[in-house]
């Protein structure tokens, strides 16, 4: 790895993947250490970069570049001393591209780590080696969960504070693993670091000789990307219908959108929704290009075999079609300061389609460090997790978030100024935890 | 894969998850790069009224017109060009801006730079350089033109301040970006509302590197202005830049000229967009060297971001770029 330039990525261009991922801890885990020591060892940070770097820390009297100062923000947050809120980072090694969703840890985290975690299929939790599992390091965890990022990694962070110590590691590891199998996360790898030394971040550590795996960014480079289309129904909402109405294309008549899921074939049979009308892909064009076969996440223009009316907001669907229903249960995330009460007529966007919608019960609010039940009376505030039941102006194509994160996610905004209030996800968070129990051994499949 | 009950210590007889493993459709980097830029762009077209694009003949706004093209196909592109005119051009790039505009059909918007110094709206900085009063003409044009979407070809690995920057970023009746009031972004789902007066910037390659566009342009063959590849030019340094020698106002007389072979790296406002120096002619030499570059895009070429550690975010929260 030390080899890695930003020359040795280019040949492998179009053949590297993309892996996006969030990382989770508080300014004392060492999270900034981690992550500019993240891009600082891949090559990832340019002369110029590290060059200010450098010259503020010779400013406040630092004999060596604090890394931390790469994932400095805005002036208006150094001014205030506060992390509005997540930050986009880049970097790439040979093997693979990545987008990292750095949220920052304070009192506004819920919200943050929710926004990243939604597009994020790793999420990397850090705790301070001293410390252990702490109320932070579940609040994480839980987060994870609920936004079902398939992979975890318990990054366990200044070992070289604790003397590289393995029984540390180990105990740290355990409570950990364990916590996060009973709220149903079933691929979690603990990897002991310093990130201020180096140690398994980039290079396999010269102090901890009992552990043989895989270094952070080695697991980041191999860790599986995205799911198998092939083991998933298709589902394709419709952004944009395209007609052409030239002489060359009279009688052309594309659904434009990207797949959500699956892959769609030429021939297949699909169900529209809400309507529930069934018809036969006649044809599946790529930006341009026919082709016999799609898979998610391609955007793609299907034409179908039967003049139906289709627009914006409809669903097409292989498989197991999802009922359209006005009444959704779902597990909710707060994202506004203004509260969300029962009683509240909002507007749903689900995937291509906004539909208006009342809050008819906020069932319940959870707690996200003991993930008991509290009452819901009072509404949820800012980065409150809780359940509640909506009614719908018009019928929408769910499906459970937990069996397709971009079908079974939804937005709540307020009808009057547009702001983003709510991040919804259809269905039940934490099943697993409603019983004292450990559960079952976790199937599989549901992450893969 | 490993599951919950694997011990997190590797030994040999606990080896860690098959490494590398990829699914037969999985999409490359690119692709899915692609993929979502597409995205962005049908739902603009899904959920606004007038939307257009910015288009400066950089490249990344070139980028951004090719998945525009690709999106909308075989039907033409929905949405007209805005071009903010400096008056400082490149004769190269407005050569390349007029072909375009023609082969495709497409709408093309001016807002003149030159109109609001000739009227009195604007003054010239003493620096001469007129990158930083593009804000208010850009505002003016989508004022009179009504648009409510404003794609840019901003990128988030560009600066700091764009890090920041969402898919779908509201601007309020002055143009103002004010970054606590930004909108959460989850998923996929953007949210376009926003009241009359008010409009959303949207940026397709926010999550787009330097070298993801110059592969995408590599692998799409796409055609750029000339000034992108090495050739030779009559140059002066400034800020430890090489600058064009021009009727904007360079060199001064402290300041001699020479012919070098030069490329440009980004490409903006003569007065402030710097050459470097290359011999890159080919996609393939001006990629190998971007890659083997030691300095950021914005670092080696724009002095406009060098004038305060926090240039971009001011710049931005004026209603720029």
């Given at each position: 790895m030390t080899s890695t330039t930003r020359a040795d990525t280019i040949h492998t261009g179009t053949a590297t993947s993309l892996l996006r991922f969030a990382t989770a801890g508080s300014v004392d885990d060492g999270k900034s250490t981690l992550v500019g020591r993240l891009l600082h060892d891949s090559k990832s940070v340019l002369a110029d970069q590290l060059e200010a770097v450098e010259r503020v820390s010779l400013g406040r009297?630092?004999?060596?570049?604090?890394?931390?100062?790469?994932t400095d923000g805005l002036r208006a947050e150094r001014e205030q001393g506060i992390t509005i809120d997540v930050a986009y980072r880049y970097f790439a090694t040979p093997r693979r591209r990545f987008i990292l969703a750095d949220t920052p840890g304070h009192v506004q985290y819920t919200r943050n780590m929710v926004t990243g975690a939604s597009t994020a299929e790793l999420a990397v939790v850090l705790v301070d080696a001293r410390n252990g599992v702490v109320e932070q390091t579940r609040r994480h965890a839980a987060v994870a969960a609920l936004l079902r990022v398939p992979h975890v990694v318990l990054a366990v962070n200044k070992m070289d504070l604790v003397g590289y110590a393995e029984p540390v590691f180990a105990a740290i590891a355990a409570e950990f693993t364990g916590y996060a199998a009973s709220l149903g996360i079933t691929d979690v790898l603990a990897v002991p670091i310093s990130a201020l030394a180096g140690d398994n971040v980039v290079e396999p550590s010269a102090?901890?000789?009992?552990y043989a795996g895989p270094t952070l960014l080695e697991h980041l480079e191999t860790v599986p990307v995205g799911?198998?289309?092939?083991a998933e129904p298709a589902r394709f909402p419709v952004q944009y219908v395209i007609r052409p109405?030239?002489?060359?294309?009279?009688?052309y008549r594309g659904y434009a959108g990207q797949l959500a899921s699956g892959v769609l074939r030429v021939g297949d049979p699909v169900t529209v929704l809400p309507s529930g009308h069934t018809t036969t892909v006649a044809g599946i064009d790529v930006l341009g290009r026919a082709t016999d076969i799609a898979w998610a996440p391609q955007s793609i223009t299907v034409r179908l075999a039967d003049d139906l009316d289709i627009s914006r907001g409809d669903l097409l669907a292989t498989g197991p079609a999802p009922t359209p229903t006005k009444d959704i249960q779902a597990t909710v995330s707060h994202l506004n300061e203004r509260p969300l009460r029962a009683g509240d007529k909002v507007l749903l966007k689900h995937t291509t389609r906004t539909v208006r919608a009342l809050?008819?019960?906020?069932?319940y609010r959870i707690?996200?460090?003991?993930?008991e039940r509290r009452s819901g009376d009072q509404g949820l505030n800012v980065n409150d997790i809780g359940h509640v039941i909506l009614r719908t102006a018009e019928p929408l194509a769910l499906d459970s978030y937990t069996d397709n994160r971009r079908t079974g996610s939804f937005l709540l905004i307020d009808?009057?100024?547009?702001t983003t209030l709510t991040a919804g996800m259809t269905g039940e968070a934490?099943?697993?935890?409603?019983?004292?129990e450990a559960p079952d051994a976790p199937d599989e499949e549901d992450w893969v | 894969m490993t599951t919950a009950t694997d011990s997190p210590v590797r030994t040999e007889d606990n080896p860690?998850?098959?490494?590398g493993r990829r699914y037969p459709h999985a999409l490359s980097h690119l692709d899915a790069l692609e993929a979502e830029s597409v995205h962005i762009l049908r739902e603009v077209a899904g959920e606004f009224e007038r939307p257009v694009i910015l288009f400066s003949g950089g490249k990344d706004s070139i980028v951004m017109l090719h998945l525009a093209l690709k999106a909308f196909a075989p039907a033409a592109v929905p949405f007209s060009l805005l071009h903010v005119d400096?008056?400082?051009?490149?004769p190269e790039v407005i050569a390349y801006r007029d072909r375009v505009v023609a082969q495709h059909n497409l709408r093309l918007h001016v807002a003149h730079v030159q109109d609001f110094i000739d009227d009195g709206r604007l003054r010239e900085r003493p620096d001469g350089t007129r990158n930083p009063l593009q804000t208010v003409p850009l505002l003016d044009a989508i004022e009179t033109n009504r648009f409510d979407a404003v794609f840019g070809?901003?990128?988030?690995?560009?600066e700091k301040a764009r890090?920041?920057?969402?898919?779908?970023s509201l601007r309020d009746e002055f143009g103002a970006w004010d970054p606590r009031r930004q909108r959460p972004e989850l998923w996929s789902l953007y949210n376009g509302r926003h009241a009359p007066g008010e409009h959303v910037r949207v940026f397709?390659?926010?999550?787009?590197?330097e070298l993801d566009v110059w592969q995408y342009i590599e692998r799409e063959g796409i055609d750029l202005p000339e000034i992108y590849y090495a050739h030779e030019r009559d140059v002066f340094a400034r800020n430890g830049m090489w600058l064009t020698a021009g009727a904007?106002?360079?060199?001064?007389?402290?300041e001699p000229v020479q012919r070098r072979l030069i490329r440009y790296r980004t490409v903006g406002d003569m007065s402030c967009t710097g050459a470097v120096d290359s011999d890159a002619t080919t996609i393939e030499a001006v990629i190998a060297e971007i890659a083997a570059s030691r300095l950021t895009e914005r670092g080696a070429t724009r002095a406009d971001d060098k004038l305060s550690e926090a240039a971009m975010e001011d710049r931005k929260r004026e209603g720029y770029f």
């Open positions: 009297g630092q004999d060596a570049p604090d890394l931390a100062l790469l102090h901890m000789d009992w799911s198998d289309p092939s109405q030239t002489e060359e294309h009279s009688d809050v008819k019960e906020i069932s707690d996200i460090d003991t993930l009808p009057a100024d547009g934490f099943a697993a935890v409603r019983t004292d | 860690p998850p098959a490494s400096t008056g400082h051009n490149f070809g901003g990128r988030r690995d560009e890090a920041k920057e969402r898919v779908f397709p390659l926010s999550n787009w590197t904007w106002g360079g060199p001064k007389d402290t």
